[in-house]
Each structure stands twice: as C-alpha cells, then as structure tokens.
C-alpha cells in the first residue's frame, strides 16, 4: 500500500514563495511517476506538475511554468517529492495534493487523471 503525506503549505503573500513537500511510501514507490494537482473550492482537481520516476521527465501546467519547480528524492522505500512555488498569485490559492499510480503508469498517465493514490492535501493560500 501507498502512503502519500503532504506538508509545507500555508499563507504568504502574493510575489512569495512557498515549498510543498510530500513524503510517498511503498514498496516500489520509487518506481512511480509523482505529481501535485490543486483544488479550489467548487472547481475540478487541476494537473500542476509530474516527475518521472528517473526525474529525466518534467511537465507542468501551463500556469506553473516558470514559477513552479518539481523535484523528487528516491529511497528503496521511500520518496519525497517537492513543488517549489515562487512568484505566487492569489489565483495559486488552493488544495494542493500529491498523486502517484504504480508503474508501469507514466507522467502522461498522471496528467490524464489516471491517478491511484492521493494525499490528505495541503492548504495554500496566497493573499493579495
């Protein structure tokens, strides 16, 4: 089983920066593509970024180009995965969530929705 645990979110203003981070474990964890997706009140979970399990792969929305920057750290059984948000608007403000689906699911998988395993979310919240 996949466990997912976000944290780092938080208020800042807009222009500020914030880092989520979230802590993935499993076995074979570290063979997964990882994503963030947000939520805002009464609107879809949107895709914001995914990194392939090899981190040679990186895509993100294009709201977060160039404002936003994945990473992921492997273990044998453990992962964490960062979305570092710098430039923030107050439309960032949302529920920001960790994603993953078991191999042999991509990065394209994940942008699709296809996701298996979500997070508990962590609450952003940018003030203008």
């Known amino acids: 089983q996949v466990q997912l645990v976000e944290s780092g979110g938080g208020l800042v203003q807009a222009g500020g920066s914030l880092k989520l981070s979230c802590a993935a474990s499993?076995?074979?964890?570290?063979?997964?593509?990882m994503a963030w997706f947000r939520q805002t009140p009464g609107k879809e979970r949107e895709f914001v970024a995914t990194?392939?399990?090899?981190?040679?792969?990186?895509?993100?929305a294009d709201f977060a180009k160039g404002r936003f920057t994945i990473s992921r750290d492997n273990a044998k059984n453990t992962v964490t995965v960062e979305l570092q948000m710098d430039s923030l608007k107050s439309g960032d403000t949302a529920v920001y969530y960790c994603?993953?689906?078991?191999?042999?699911?991509?990065?394209?998988?994940?942008?699709?929705?296809?996701?298996?395993?979500w997070g508990q979310g962590a609450q952003v919240t940018v003030s203008s």
């Open positions: 994603a993953t689906s078991p191999a042999p699911r991509t990065t394209q998988d994940l942008m699709a929705g296809n996701v298996d395993y």
């Open positions: 990194v392939s399990s090899s981190t040679t792969s990186k895509y993100y």
């Open positions: 499993g076995r074979f964890v570290s063979t997964y593509p």
